[in-house]
């Protein structure tokens, strides 16, 4: 497609070909500068450190 993170287009382009909205995905990275573009465009972000911690984080985002 042309485009890499942190570009915001391909948070978009996949997206796209998901066909879902950010407000309805979770976007997982280990770089901080990666997450910024997701949470502009209402993607729920974590910032990943260990599995345990990401599993932890997808709960709480699964209770909410």
């Known amino acids: 497609e042309g485009f ?3 570009d915001t287009e391909i948070y978009k382009i996949a997206l796209g070909k998901l ?3 950010a407000s309805e995905s979770v976007f997982i990275d280990d770089k901080q ?3 910024i573009p997701a949470e502009t465009l209402g993607f ?3 910032h990943a450190e260990s ?3 990401i599993i932890r984080d997808i709960k709480i985002i699964l209770e909410s």
Do not use: W
């Open 33 to 35: 500068s990666n997450l």
């Open 4 to 6: 890499a993170k942190p």
């Open 19 to 21: 066909n879902t909205a």
């Open 44 to 46: 729920k972000t974590i």
């Open 51 to 53: 599995p345990e911690q």
